[in-house]
């Protein structure tokens, strides 16, 4: 069964520091791996995504990810974040004929001024 | 134009009601989904249709019916609210059933059941 886990539950970053949420995945085959972002009150917005290829993915909002496969992981990364980024950001694995989005529990960023 | 809108946003019913949820995506989408976000904000799938027939469901109670009228529609029905059921439901659209296609979101119908 595939599975994703983030270790982190809230994170709490200062303004113009850098970024990085850990996602680990289980998956039997070559996984499709996602991140999407909730602000609050809000639906889910797709940051970046990996199917194949170059394993470090550009996103959205100057975000990046890197797809590390000996790891099982799929790191959500930024050099400098922005108090807009404030939100719940979650990671989500796929894959191939299979028909749903698992998604992890999701990382809390609270970004101070 | 909202890609993915769903209403209403806001559901308060007292237990024991029927209430429904609908969905409409104007993707040209084949497949959409019905998620259910806890509050401790997991997010689990309960449906899936592709071109309006069911591909997933995901031991849901059976008082959860979703209908898909067209592939552009996925409404979710549901009978006899318990207090449980007090979450946000989330629709989303995919392009197509595989995994290497990304799904969007609506905004979300936040139910309280009372």
């Known amino acids: 069964a595939q599975s994703v886990t983030q270790p982190d539950i809230h994170i709490t970053v200062s303004e113009g520091a850098s970024l990085e949420l850990r996602c680990n995945y289980s998956y039997g085959a070559t996984p499709y791996l996602f991140w999407y972002v909730q602000s609050p009150g809000q639906g889910l917005q797709l940051l970046l995504k990996y199917f194949s290829g170059d394993t470090l993915v550009q996103g959205i909002k100057g975000f990046e990810a890197e797809f590390k496969r000996s790891q099982s992981s799929f790191n959500l990364r930024k050099p400098s974040v922005h108090w807009s980024d404030a939100a719940e950001y979650f990671c989500a694995v796929g894959g191939g004929s299979n028909y749903k989005l698992t998604f992890g529990k999701g990382t809390l960023l609270t970004v101070n001024p | 134009d909202t890609a993915v809108s769903q209403t209403p946003k806001y559901l308060v019913t007292q237990m024991g009601n029927d209430k429904s949820i609908k969905c409409e995506q104007n993707l040209g989408h084949d497949t959409m989904y019905w998620y259910k976000q806890d509050s401790k904000k997991f997010l689990k799938i309960m449906f899936s249709?592709?071109?309006?027939?069911?591909?997933i469901n995901e031991t849901v109670p059976n008082r959860f019916s979703p209908k898909s009228p067209d592939k552009a529609h996925l409404n979710l029905h549901i009978n006899s609210l318990e207090l449980g059921d007090s979450a946000v439901y989330f629709c989303a659209s995919s392009l197509r059933l595989t995994g290497n296609t990304e799904a969007f979101f609506g905004q979300g119908t936040r139910l309280t059941v009372v």
């Open positions: 249709y592709n071109n309006k027939e069911l591909i």
